[in-house]
């Protein structure tokens, strides 16, 4: 999976829905997956960067693209983008029993790549 951390709006119209499918902002978690095999993360990270500069425009394009192993969601399969969010600004998280697997939280606390 694909953390992206990004400062952009959603924005309208057809780049909007592509944009809205492959990001949610302020986190956004997108899969990394690879058709010809591995790649390396900085030729996905381009990539990524890629598409979302030709689907919707440069300020679209996150500032900072994190692979993680697992995201957070709620034992109805929704990711939690809050929760995530608590985490990394060292706010506590709340309700972590509806989450289905609170483990992968733990990933997000004092992330050298988040810090500012």
């Given at each position: 999976?694909?953390?992206?951390?990004?400062?952009?709006?959603?924005?309208?119209?057809?780049?909007?829905?592509?944009?809205r499918?492959m990001?949610?902002?302020?986190?956004?978690f997108?899969?990394g997956?690879s058709?010809?095999?591995?790649?390396s993360?900085?030729?996905?990270?381009?990539?990524?960067?890629?598409?979302i500069?030709?689907?919707?425009?440069?300020?679209?394009?996150?500032k900072?693209?994190?692979?993680?192993?697992?995201?957070p969601?709620?034992?109805s399969?929704?990711?939690?983008?809050?929760?995530?969010?608590?985490?990394?600004?060292?706010?506590p998280?709340?309700?972590?029993d509806?989450l289905?697997?609170?483990?992968?939280?733990?990933?997000?606390?004092?992330?050298?790549?988040?810090?500012?």
């Open positions: 999976m694909v953390l992206s951390i990004s400062g952009g709006s959603a924005g309208s119209g057809a780049a909007g829905g592509f944009f499918r990001m949610m902002s302020p986190f956004s997108t899969s997956r058709y010809c095999g591995i790649v993360m900085k030729t996905l990270k381009a990539r990524i960067r890629q598409l500069r030709q689907n919707c425009s440069s300020h679209h394009v996150p900072k693209i994190i692979a993680v192993s697992d995201i969601r709620t034992i399969g929704k990711i939690t983008e809050l929760a995530v969010a608590n985490v990394v600004h060292g706010r998280v709340k309700n972590v509806a289905a697997n609170p483990e992968a939280l733990e990933y997000f606390r004092n992330l050298d790549e988040l810090a500012h």
